[in-house]
């Protein structure tokens, strides 16, 4: 077990192969600093995010998930970012009412060109979920 | 419900569906093997029709057996129910035109568990229950009391918007406008007044006792997926053991994909053996729907469901 003292979060991004994945490559490139708190999965578009994904992840003990595909308008299959917003929108209202907190789910817009918000996106989620601490839900002892 | 005259106008009218051959089958109530309460009456032989029954105990929910049936069906539909059947249609899962339904404005369905609580009598030592407004009269032994009906329907009756059927052919009976009572949010509230660590504590303990029976989803008009996620091997999903863990993301994912359809009908309550409170998810997720999209499941059979369809004005505020 680690000690509380070293305890680091530790994230999950689905990422859009066609604009977040490659988001994160440009901010690899581009030399831009993140945190490697987040461990990433490719998906074929936010649309693909499956809401088990996420309640598997939590499950698994990932402190937070993020989802992260294009910006409205941009998808690479027309729609499939606007069925992801309607699905996310549904799941975090949801889990937040059985005690979930809101920050272990999170979303984000990040195009291709966009590697600066890539990192910020990372930094700013991976700060969040160190204040909120780790994910004891399906742990049973508590 | 006054249930004698609509009960006649119901074996009338499934009575010459029948043998006029404009179905092929009936689906309705009967009486249960067990006093004052109902069974699914399932048929095709017009002399059965006189079986059919409609009185304040026909709790399940009749829109699941549509999609076993081939033909057309003649079903006799609550406001809930009808509200099922819409959502069918709208999930392309039921056609329309196959069907007939025979709507019955209801005024509540009365929970006996409720009504044997309050009246401190197990329903054998009952003699007879009626219906009057807003009291339910019950006789033991010969001797009238009266309880308020707010307090013996069941829950999921309290919030009910739809009394009468959003979609029939045939209507039994007069309109009813709904009566909303709060009481229908009580459990809900309770909840949400709790620090989110306890919520999360409460569905623990909750689904301590589920054994994974699957009632809910067996009984619900809408879970309708050929394979469940739950029985799915490559990837297996969760682990087949009802520990916890895996009856609650079981229950949640249940919830995330009933989403737009479920109308909170409270069959899957009903059938819970362990009497795990369901309809504090389905009805929270019935609201969050009602919030973001102002969408009622079942209300209008021309609209595209809701998760299958998107609008360019949804709400994103949570999306970085």
């Given at each position: 077990m680690r000690e509380e003292s070293k305890w680091e979060p530790r994230l999950l991004g689905f990422l859009c192969r066609w604009c977040s994945y490659a988001g994160a490559d440009l901010a690899g490139t581009s030399r831009k600093k993140y945190p490697p708190n987040l461990r990433i999965i490719r998906v074929p578009c936010s649309g693909r995010v499956d809401a088990l994904f996420i309640l598997k992840a939590l499950q698994q003990g990932f402190d937070g998930v993020l989802v992260s595909g294009c910006h409205?308008?941009?998808c690479h299959y027309q729609v499939g970012n606007y069925h992801a917003r309607r699905r996310l929108a549904i799941i975090k209202k949801f889990l937040e009412y059985l005690g979930v907190a809101p920050q272990r789910i999170q979303?984000?817009?990040?195009?291709?060109?966009?590697?600066?918000?890539?990192?910020?996106?990372?930094?700013?989620?991976?700060?969040?979920?160190?204040?909120?601490?780790?994910?004891?839900?399906?742990?049973?002892?508590? | 419900m006054k249930d004698r005259s609509v009960e006649q106008k119901l074996r009338g009218e499934a009575g010459e569906l029948l043998v006029a051959g404009k179905v092929d089958y009936i689906v309705g109530f009967e009486r249960g093997s067990l006093k004052f309460t109902t069974t699914p009456l399932i048929t095709k032989d017009g002399n059965d029709i006189n079986r059919l029954v409609i009185n304040p105990f026909i709790t399940s929910n009749l829109a699941k057996f549509l999609m076993e049936l081939k033909g057309r069906v003649g079903i006799v539909a609550k406001g809930c129910d009808s509200r099922s059947i819409v959502s069918l249609i709208q999930d392309n899962k039921v056609i329309r035109e196959n069907l007939v339904i025979l709507g019955v404005p209801c005024s509540g369905i009365i929970s006996l568990h409720k009504l044997e609580k309050l009246a401190a009598r197990d329903s054998e030592e009952i003699r007879d229950i009626t219906r009057e407004d807003d009291r339910v009269i019950v006789n033991i032994g010969g001797e009238d009391?009266?309880?308020?009906?707010?307090e013996v329907l069941f829950d999921s009756c309290l919030a009910c918007e739809f009394p009468t059927p959003k979609e029939y052919d045939i209507l039994l009976g007069e309109p009813r406008a709904a009566t909303i009572s709060q009481n229908a949010w009580k459990n809900v509230k309770k909840l949400e007044a709790l620090p989110p660590e306890e919520r999360w504590y409460f569905w623990e303990k909750e689904f301590s006792r589920c054994t994974r029976c699957y009632?809910?989803?067996?009984?619900?008009?809408?879970?309708?997926?050929?394979?469940?996620?739950?029985?799915?091997?490559?990837?297996?999903?969760i682990a087949s053991v009802p520990r916890w863990q895996e009856n609650f993301i079981f229950q949640i994912i249940r919830?995330?994909?009933?989403?737009?359809?479920?109308?909170?009908?409270?069959?899957?309550?009903r059938a819970c053996p362990a009497n795990i409170p369901l309809r504090s998810l389905t009805r929270k997720m019935y609201d969050i729907v009602d919030d973001l999209y102002q969408f009622k499941a079942?209300?209008?059979?021309?609209?595209?469901?809701?998760?299958?369809?998107?609008?360019?004005?949804?709400?994103?505020?949570?999306?970085?």
């Open positions: 409205p308008g941009e979303a984000a817009w990040v195009s291709a060109s966009e590697g600066g918000k890539f990192a910020e996106v990372a930094n700013e989620i991976t700060e969040e979920l160190r204040e909120v601490g780790p994910n004891k839900l399906f742990t049973d002892e508590r | 009391r009266e309880l308020p009906a707010a009632a809910c989803r067996n009984s619900c008009p809408i879970c309708f997926c050929q394979q469940c996620f739950v029985e799915e091997t490559e990837p297996q999903w919830n995330i994909h009933l989403a737009g359809r479920c109308t909170d009908c409270g069959a899957c309550e079942g209300t209008d059979k021309g609209l595209a469901p809701l998760m299958a369809h998107y609008e360019n004005t949804d709400p994103g505020d949570f999306i970085r």
